[in-house]
């Protein structure tokens, strides 16, 4: 697969469907962000890494497993940039390099206890791997 | 044949950059009519104004066709240019080829084939032309004012000072606006009231000026210099002329629940009620809503303690008319409601306010009497958060939000932060901000001393959420300086909420057939070179009405508009578009279609004795009265014999035009 | 009334409650929930880049097959999978061109269903003033909070379920069964379970922020309309705890169907 | 769809209103918003000028899509030449279908004097439609045709 600055960019402003652009540089994403504190890269940043076609970087940090997919974000951006989508675009990125997986099947499988719903192993099967 | 002269106007690079000026003029000479064709750098500069002229002369032009910029830029210049060298005015057309062609088109040979074919159309209908004289109106020399917020106050003093008369109609009981509930102006800290009050004083008492207040604009008719309003003067059951203001009836009035306008509905009024003590008229007015006697026919204590007799239960909304030369648009703005924003909490929580709210609070007449306390426990706030930008700069699809920038938001919170610094020096201050946006003279410097000297905390991030927790608001954002998400336990968040225009804005804008904006901010004539006037002839823009302004502005822009009103009342006549319908009378079958969509009630029937070729007899025939008649041209196609026509765009020239361009 | 009825995964195990419940109301309530033949899991998670087809297959296939017109929900991220799924397909031409060549089904789906939540029809179809009505064992004196989540009210424009920012829906539910709602700020805000098997202390984070701000302004239970939701509320609370249950089982409750 | 030219470029008229469709198409001018240079504006008064025979004359005279553009409803500078235009364009745009003008060659769109960015992208809209139907046969006096 191709992984030049270009072709990661594109790809992710096409899949997300997002336009950095219109960023204003509020932060109103990153204030609004309930799990910040554990990502290493924050909403806003992503914004802005996009945009300076910095993804490698953000492939390579947990920070896209960490987003909680709550869309508060992307909800109540001013600026109708959507950042929460971004990440969204840059795990889905990541997940088809190869051997990418964040974790295999029987890894999630191992999950499945007497309380964990299916939908959340379900969900994990889509959001760790290909 | 005609002889018609085309002149290419390059603009310097903007129409030579992208149109081969040289090969639209040489294309042009080969046109028929065409007897000379030339380009030339700057056209509506005085060499090339004088290059017209002296062709108009040598090769006897009788109509000339100016290919350059919008005929909404210079088609004046030119037709004055014309009339100068000989030529009537109105047998000169404009080829628009900067806006509708240079500056939208990229390839120059494109643009050059398209500057020709749109200069060929200007010829052909040109060929059609007929020389017109503009007739003359007289002049309404009275100017209304519609808002009487400092705005319409300023524009009314200024037109009144140069000896009009002016009304006011003003729709609450009193004139002051928006700026009678500010407590304090940036960036010197006069108080509001102060230098309002006697500017409102000045035109209670100036003769010239009079004032019509709790009243709305119903209906405006007629046009330039010739205006008529129907103005609807509500019923305040309160006889104006007898009341004295005593305000004695505020204690025996039984009913304490109306909410208090003037203090942003933080405080209850009684049913009866001067808004605020400066009010002007300095008259009470009864809440219909909330008065006891008007709703169940009992109690009437206001009456039974009014010495002056002024109580009339029985007052009815008043229509009245009245004919005005011109009409100025200070209608103000309304701050937005922050409520569908609801990660502020603004919706359920008293504590979370507007900064107009927060004036009422610091002012001495307002619900705490000038004591900063909030709403929710009248306790003295220690932490307090701004907010900036609420509302304002939203991508149009997001819905949360004006497109724009409220532009006095950053200045009244750096007022208000100082303020409460410099009254409670041990009450801590943060201020989120996206950008602090202080062009004004000594804003910035003012800006600085609120983080300088009086310490305020200015955050550059935005508020995610504001939360209730115990007694606290816990305001948390992001500070994107130091890439952290902070939260902050506040006693009161204030939000710098967008403003908007008044909520009736819109319907005046209809009545006028003035222009706005999608926010519905009112639209100038020429957004640099004619700021104060709408493209709606006679009508002026003063104050918010036309977009966001702090009181510097707005009194400037007033006093501007009263300048334009003043040079329009001055004149004894106005030149009337000649470019009017007329009906051909041995072609008018007299069916009456054209006097039913006619908007102006311009067109007439009379009997009259016809004459043509083999006619001679009385028909019921449609006449046109040439003063009345705006030239809109609804007539023209309704009606069914093709008798009428208009000047200037007649059937023959736009046909004309059609053919050029698809040929 | 006869609906189509879309259960999902975990309303046939672990939230097997929710669905019971449901059924047992919409008894009482005179609605006759008809459950999809043969449906499947509808994928738990919306895909996050907009060239994943196969993951809204099993969507489509949902609505394909949903022949009462609408298609009701009862879980959170099902109702919000398959509302988005079904907005995508009436405005993303690429999509449902792509999709129906992936699936090639006999007679395309044609976009006219209408996915609506269980909470939905109890307001726009019965009204809560006529299920009001039929309470019989109001829950008089209860202090309930609503706990929305993210999935239920996100993204506002496409699932037009309630004010994302201000919604009323359970609270008017809470109100109409007799019970009192509470309005705690965090009722809309994420309870955190995407991360729960991943990073426990994120999801225990979100949790402890959400109790907290039910607890401080009264609530002394929470119904919610998400299995996620439930098994984090419960299993990932810390410092503070709340009973939880679903909103079908309240709803059972007050029309007197609970037990038996 | 038969283009039978390449190099076929079609012929499309505007017509704008001088108080809001005409302001807007200069200030997408102003704005340097690019739309083809096949659409060229004739200037009217109100919407309301635009008499059917002249939609009709640009048909006969090889145009291949007439645009008119007035003040939005509500708008008018002349209260309601919009309304009027509004209802003589609908049965016009009925008989022009009668006649085997295909629908989309024709248009109104209300633009305001302050939507230049409108008028661009309709005008972009329209010219792709018109590029997607093709050359316009219909009515077209073929005496009037450049070969």
Redesign the interface.
Known sequence: MENSVKFLTETVLRISGVDPRKCMKCGKCSGTCPNYDAMEYHPHQFVSMVEKGQIEKLMNSDSIYLCLGCMACVERCPRNVAPGKLVGAVAQLKLRQQDMNRKGGNDVAAFADEIVPQQLLMAAMRKYRK | MQKIGVFVCWCGSNIAGTVDVEAVAEAMKTVPGVVFSTHYQYMCSAAGQKLIADAIHEHHLDGIVVASCSPRMHENTFRKTAEAAGLNPYMVEIANIREQCSWIHKDKEEGTAKAIVLAKAAVAKLLHNKPLTAGTSAVTKRCLVIGGGIAGIQTALDVADAGYEVDIVEQRPTIGGRMAQLDKTFPTLDCSACILTPKMVEAAQNEKINIISYAKVEKVDGFVGNFRATIRKKARCVDETKCTGCSLYMNKCPSKKGKDEFNMEMNNRPAIYIPFAQAIPNVAVIDPEQCVKLKTGKCGLCQKVCTAGAIDYTQQDELMEREYGAIVVATGFKPIDPSPLNEYGYAENADVITSLELERLMNAAGPTKGTLLRPSDLKHPHEIVFIQCVGSRCDENTKRGKPYCSKICCMYTAKHAMLIRDKYPDTKVHVFYIDVRTPGKNFDEFYRRAVEQYGVDYIKGMVGKVAREGDKLMVRGSDLISNQQVEIAADLVVLATAIEPDPSARSIGTMLTASMDTNDFFTEAHAKLRPVESPTAGIFLSGVAQGPKDVPETVAQASAAAAKVIGLLAKDHLVTNPCVAGSDELLCNGCSQCEKVCPYGAITYVDKEVRGPGVREVRRVAQVNPAVCQGCGACTVTCPSGAMDLKGFTNQQIMAEVDAICL | MIYSYYP???LK???KQMDIYARKCADVLGIALKELPEWQ?C???Y??????IA?RLSAVRALMNTEEGKLVTM?S?CHHVLKRTNFDWNRDENFRQKANNYMKPETPYDGSVEVIHFLELLRDEIGFDALKEKVVNPLTGRKIGAFY??LL?????VLAFD????PSIIEDFIRALGAEPV?Y??RN??C????????K??AE??VE?AL??AV??GCEELITAC??C??NLV?NATAHKLPVSYFTELLAEALGVKEG | MSVNNPNWKPKIVAFCCNWCSYAGADLAGSGRMNYPADVKIIRVPCSCRVNPLFILRAFERGADGVIICGCHPGDCHYTSGNYYARRRLTMLFSLLDYLGIERDRTRVEWVSAAEGAKFAKTMNEFVETIYSLGENRKLSDIRCKKS
């Not at chain 3, 009210?153 to 424009?157: D, Q, S």
Request: hydrophobic share 30%.
């Open positions: 999902g995964c975990t195990d672990r939230a899991c994928g738990a998670v895909p996050a880049a907009s060239d994943e993951p879980c991220a989540g993210c009210l996100r993204p506002g424009k004010d994302p920012e201000n309005r700020p965090y805000e994420c955190g379970a995407y991360v729960a098997l991943e990073n202390a994120c984070m979100q922020r907290n701000s401080a302004a299995p996620l439930m098994y299993e």
